[in-house]
Each structure stands twice: as C-alpha cells, then as structure tokens.
C-alpha cells in the first residue's frame, strides 16, 4: 500500500484543520504537512481567476515541496485553499464571497472544489473596493478580533455562528476530492 502524503499551502490553522477533517473522511492513514506558501496574487482576491490562480499557486508549491521530501512511490497531494469575491450580478452587493481548493496529485493531474459563497453587506463591499482593503481587516475590527480569519471567519461572525470558516473551506476541500472519493466514475474523465 502507498503511503499518503498531503501538504496544504497554508500556515492558516483553519485552512489546515479544514483540510484535515476531509482527508479523515477519505483515509485511513496519511501524513499532513503544511508550508506557507505565496499565493501571488492580492491579499484581498476579486475574481474568479484570480481566486483559482491564488488556490493553484498553493497547491502547486505544496505538491513540490512533497516531491522534493518524498521521492519513493508515495501517492501525494499538494492542496492550495483560497478565498475571494467574485462577481455575481444578481447579489445586493454585486459580489459573493467563495472560498476554492485545487488539489494537484503527484502526476500534477488537478482537481477543483468550492465551498458556499455567501454576500458581505454593501458597506463592507464599498470599502474594500474604493480602499483596497481586506475583508479580513473591516470584519476583524467589526468583530474586534483581528485573528477572525484564523478562526471562525467573516462567515461565523455573519452568521452568529450558525456556520464558520472551517466548515465552508471543509466543504470545499471534499469537492475537490470528489475524484478520490468515486475513482472509478472520474477515471476517464479528461484533464
């Protein structure tokens, strides 16, 4: 049997725990190592592309720290997490907030997930865009806790708790599995 290493780009312990909790559903026994890896994109990701590009530059550092560290036959997957605003124009607000997970296995073959997206307040949408500020920062004060992001997120505290951060990023992280989940419906799938 293999061994199975995953690395997620991320030094985020929300990120990490979320990425944990679906590879638990999955397997049995694995290693997990994480890296803090550059996105290369904003702090505050507006778009599609941009948000993937951010998720995929994550999972693409972890996956070669991996091959770097393992250089048997271990099965390996580097995973990136990223979360941004995309253009809806139906929303409010313009924008909902969506949370990606890019998994790239060591073939460097790609699998993408996403998470509930959900709508800031206008306000909070004006600011970020004429300032150029993070949703993390308007909602850490908002909140008055500057670590949200680390913890339950904008989400928890939009939500009073109902939902946090690593529940949405957890879901995210089991729809990019999806291809490990059923390998058998995925395996002529085209890449």
Request: charged share 25%.
């Amino acid at each position: 049997m293999k061994k199975i290493e995953v690395c997620v780009g991320s030094s985020n312990p929300t990120k990490i725990q979320a990425v944990k909790i679906a590879f638990d559903k999955i397997y049995r026994d694995y290693n997990l190592f994480h890296i803090n890896a550059d996105s290369k994109i904003p702090n505050q990701p507006i778009g599609i592309d941009i948000i993937l590009k951010g998720a995929f530059n994550r999972a693409k550092e972890a996956n070669s720290y991996l091959k770097h560290k393992f250089k048997d036959n271990s099965e390996i997957f580097g995973v990136g997490i990223e979360a941004g605003l995309v253009k809806i124009s139906m929303a409010n607000s313009n924008y909902l907030d969506f949370q990606f997970c890019v998994i790239i296995d060591k073939d460097d073959k790609l699998s993408l997930g996403s998470g509930t997206a959900f709508e800031y307040p206008q306000y909070i949408i004006d600011d970020v865009i004429a300032n150029k500020k993070e949703i993390g920062e308007i909602i850490g004060i908002l909140a008055n806790n500057m670590n949200l992001k680390n913890e339950n997120g904008a989400i928890g505290y939009l939500s009073n708790n109902f939902i946090n951060r690593r529940d949405i990023l957890y879901q995210a992280v089991i729809c990019a599995l999806l291809p490990q989940i059923n390998k058998e419906l995925y395996l002529n799938s085209k890449h």
